[in-house]
């Protein structure tokens, strides 16, 4: 597979998720019930509208952080380069058709398929592997012979410190066209790391010198780099992120979103661009 040489980009800033929960003060039990023995109905419907304030705000908080436009981040302390996230399911879709090439990319299924998705993924995203154990085989096996699946590299490696490795292991494993069953391994493990990346190697009964010197000598980097490269050109902010036939679909979405975007694209019910 030809190297292609990377960009220079700027390191890839992670998302910083911000949670807000509920602060629950305990009293002194003697203190509580002093209080509640002098507590005057003034003193109540007082308590009551601060209350009755401070719900308003929480809600409005959820409200508009839920409804949030589909594809950003959700940050604080927003840094200024480009913001990527591990994206759970709920995200809402956008049917814009992108042209995503597909050149020197590993895939899976029929080269004619209908219908081609190509995915953006990260093998340490817990929604990736998410996505990977719930929803891959039954795709697949749901539309036998009519989807060609293409991975693509996305590594966000300022939080996922093995992402890199793992994926210039599943190249290096596809040297010895051993690129899907490496794949799988790696989407099942509870652990990345060099010794993983080797035993898996050695399972496959892979050449083990070619195998360790194409890790070693970072055969495969440029190219990953490269796909990761186009996947921020393409505005992409979250893994994993698919490309149905060019429409986004961000997230571990359940089956039954891509099944629905399947089949209105088998229907001729999107515009062609």
């Not at 814009?96 to 995203?125: H, K, L, M, W």
């Not at 494993?173 to 490496?182: I, N, P, R, V």
């Not at 799988?184 to 010794?195: D, H, Q, T």
């Not at 495969?220 to 979250?238: K, M």
Request: aromatic residues 10%; proline residues 8%; charged residues 20%.
């Amino acid at each position: 597979m030809p190297l292609m040489p990377p960009r220079k980009k700027q390191p890839i800033a992670p998302a910083i998720e911000q949670t807000i929960e509920p602060v629950i003060e305990l009293e002194d039990p003697a203190a509580l019930q002093e209080d509640t023995i002098t507590f005057k109905r003034s003193h109540f419907y007082s308590a009551l509208t601060v209350l009755a304030f401070a719900s308003g705000v929480l809600l409005g908080y959820v409200v508009w952080g839920v409804n949030s436009p589909a594809g950003t981040a959700q940050t604080a302390n927003q840094p200024s380069g480009p913001v990527v996230a591990e994206a759970p399911a709920a995200q809402e879709q956008e049917f814009r058709r992108y042209d995503i090439p597909t050149e020197n990319s590993y895939a899976i299924g029929p080269a004619d398929a209908p219908i081609t998705i190509v995915e953006f993924s990260d093998y340490q995203c817990p929604y990736c592997r998410r996505w990977h154990d719930e929803v891959y085989e039954p795709l697949l096996a749901a539309y036998a012979g009519q989807v060609r699946l293409v991975y693509r590299h996305f590594p966000l490696t300022a939080i996922h410190p093995d992402a890199m490795s793992a994926a210039e292991a599943a190249m290096c494993a596809g040297e010895q066209d051993a690129y899907w069953l490496y794949h799988e391994k790696l989407f099942s493990s509870e652990s990345l790391g060099n010794s993983t990346y080797m035993q898996y190697a050695q399972d496959l009964k892979l050449n083990m010198n070619t195998f360790e010197a194409c890790l070693n000598d970072h055969k495969y980097q440029a190219v990953i780099e490269a796909d990761s490269n186009a996947a921020i050109d393409l505005g992409i902010n979250a893994t994993p992120t698919f490309f149905i036939n060019g429409i986004r679909v961000v997230g571990a979405q359940p089956l039954g979103v891509f099944q629905q975007v399947i089949d209105k694209e088998l229907a001729g019910e999107f515009p062609d661009n």
